[in-house]
């Protein structure tokens, strides 16, 4: 598997194997193993919370489920999920913009540009189907490199676990009902 190719089917179907938004963290964990713990994305809040695969991060509700993948793609080597297996599979980078856009004409993605609040230097590219998001630097490359792809939810149905549930190992815990760390 390549990076191209694994990017180009994160394009036409929102996943990278058992990671996409709405998915539940336990869910991804049983297949995948645990995720590394990233960190908070509040100083003053538990959740959300930040996971990761490699270099595919993920944003997760209070509630476990996914509601944003954020693959980063601007190093030279690109660490995703091995479908079928609990290993990440080591994938050069970085990628052109040429080349992104020809994996996704190939998988049949049509794309339209971003130009609302898009910071000076950057190009992003959606895929119309799934809404996946291409983010590419445009600044001092003679072509522009993709930076990262990204896929996120704006709205789910949300239900936290119980404030007496036990560790999930998530951290199930309330903020009321276990003192922040």
Not at 85 to 107: F, N, S
């Amino acid at each position: 598997m390549t990076a191209l190719r694994t990017l180009a089917e994160f394009g036409s179907t929102a996943a990278i194997g058992p990671l996409h938004c709405g998915a539940t963290l336990n869910e991804i964990a049983a297949t995948l193993g645990p995720p590394w713990d990233i960190g908070r994305v509040s100083k003053k809040r538990r959740w959300p919370h930040l996971f990761s695969y490699g270099d595919a991060e993920l944003c997760v509700c209070r509630c476990r489920r996914v509601t944003l993948i954020s693959v980063q793609t601007w190093r030279d080597t690109i660490e995703l999920p091995d479908p079928g297996t609990t290993t990440l599979a080591t994938l050069a980078g970085p990628l052109t913009h040429t080349q992104i856009t020809a994996e996704l004409d190939a998988v049949g993605c049509r794309l339209s540009p971003l130009t609302l609040h898009q910071p000076h230097g950057q190009l992003a590219l959606q895929v119309e189907a799934t809404g996946v998001t291409f983010t590419f630097r445009t600044e001092a490359v003679s072509e522009p490199v993709l930076e990262s792809a990204g896929h996120w939810i704006g709205s789910h149905d949300c239900t936290p676990p119980a404030t007496d549930a036990p560790d999930d190992g998530f951290g199930a815990w309330s903020n009321r009902a276990r003192p922040i760390d």
